[in-house]
């Protein structure tokens, strides 16, 4: 038998889905262009980490991709780029908007 990594919450086990920033136009000054930051979304909450590049990088927990983009995508100028295919998983285990 092999290990059960979801203890005995399998049924609400839906994955991670990946994500980066593609920064456009740098808003503030700091964050600069491109790939400034990757995260994750967790399925079964909703809930968002993000990660920020560079030198002065840090860690940052949301509540929702909403509030990711409410926060951090200056109307429009950086674009939150998904890295996972949501068809890669079945349907049962994957629900596209993380709640």
């Not at 808003?27 to 930051?37: D, I, N, T």
């Not at 979304?41 to 990711?68: M, P, Q, R």
Request: charged share 25%; proline share 1%.
């Amino acid at each position: 038998m092999g290990h059960q990594y979801w203890g005995n919450n399998k049924e609400n086990y839906m994955g991670l889905r990946r994500f980066h920033f593609d920064r456009v136009e740098d808003a503030s000054g700091v964050s600069g262009c491109g790939r400034v930051a990757e995260g994750c979304l967790f399925t079964d909450t909703g809930e968002a980490v993000i990660h920020w590049l560079g030198a002065h990088g840090s860690i940052n927990v949301y509540h929702s991709i909403d509030d990711v983009i409410l926060v951090h995508g200056h109307e429009g100028r950086t674009k939150i780029v998904f890295d996972d295919d949501p068809q890669a998983e079945s349907k049962e285990e994957l629900k596209k908007d993380g709640n």
